[in-house]
């Protein structure tokens, strides 16, 4: 079993939908969790990142992330087709000289 | 204008001779990482740095070397490639403390060994 989890896609959704996005993981001693946002031959750039359990906010995307069963996810309210690109979680564990550990991302087409 | 930058950007090369691929930040970070990029398998980390003189292995460290002389630079060395470290690899900084889970990436250096 992969330490972290992705659905791969490709997912493509219509303009205006909302995209959820999800990880799963092994690990239980990752505490930061991590969305970021890669385009066609780019490298990746953070969207948001979290501690812990919760819900973060942050315009049109919402981070989630369940602990308990080890689920984190990102929506995308009103998608448009400039949120077309690969999106990846990644986790770290708690303070430093902690490695971060990626998931393989999902590839993302938001239609016209 | 913050940024961390790779080089070279494309790369072929053949089977064991020595490479370097360099990475500089001027963002003043203390936080530097490698990655490797294979399809279906992510980024998978393979050295990261908390300062100068600070270096740790990463998932996937085996066939790779790296130094940190200064903090603004951390170069990743091949000594002796081989054809399972063609992938695209990307560098990455941050700063330290609670800075240290937003990395900045580079834009990816593309490596082929034949």
């Known amino acids: 079993q992969k330490e972290v989890e992705q659905d791969p896609g490709p997912l493509s959704v219509p303009e205006g939908a909302i995209v959820s996005l999800n990880c799963t993981y092994s690990n239980s001693a990752f505490q930061y969790f991590m969305w970021y946002r890669q385009y066609s031959r780019k490298g990746p750039e953070l969207l948001m990142y979290?501690?812990?359990?919760g819900n973060k906010e942050d315009g049109r995307f919402t981070a989630q992330v369940d602990k308990s069963s080890k689920y984190i996810s990102l929506f995308i309210r009103d998608s448009q087709p400039s949120d077309s690109a690969t999106y990846l979680c990644?986790?770290?564990?708690?303070?430093?000289?902690?490695?971060?550990?990626f998931g393989p991302g999902t590839r993302l087409s938001v239609l016209p | 204008e913050a940024q961390v930058t790779q080089n070279p950007r494309y790369l072929i090369t053949v089977t064991g001779k020595k490479l370097t691929v360099t990475c500089s930040q001027n963002?003043?970070?203390?936080?530097m990482s490698w990655y490797r990029q294979d399809p279906g398998l992510g980024l998978r980390q393979i050295y990261y740095s908390m300062n100068v003189e600070v270096t740790d292995k990463g998932d996937v460290p085996e066939g790779y070397k790296v130094s940190r002389k200064e903090k603004r630079n951390f170069p990743l060395i091949l000594e002796s490639p081989s054809p399972n470290q063609t992938s695209l690899y990307f560098c990455?900084?941050?700063?330290?403390?609670?800075?240290?889970?937003?990395?900045?990436f580079g834009p990816g250096t593309r490596l082929t060994v034949t």
């Open positions: 963002m003043n970070h203390e936080y």
């Open positions: 990644a986790m770290s564990g708690l303070g430093a000289g902690q490695n971060f550990v």
């Open positions: 990455a900084s941050s700063g330290n403390s609670g800075a240290i889970y937003e990395q900045y």
């Open positions: 979290t501690y812990s359990s």
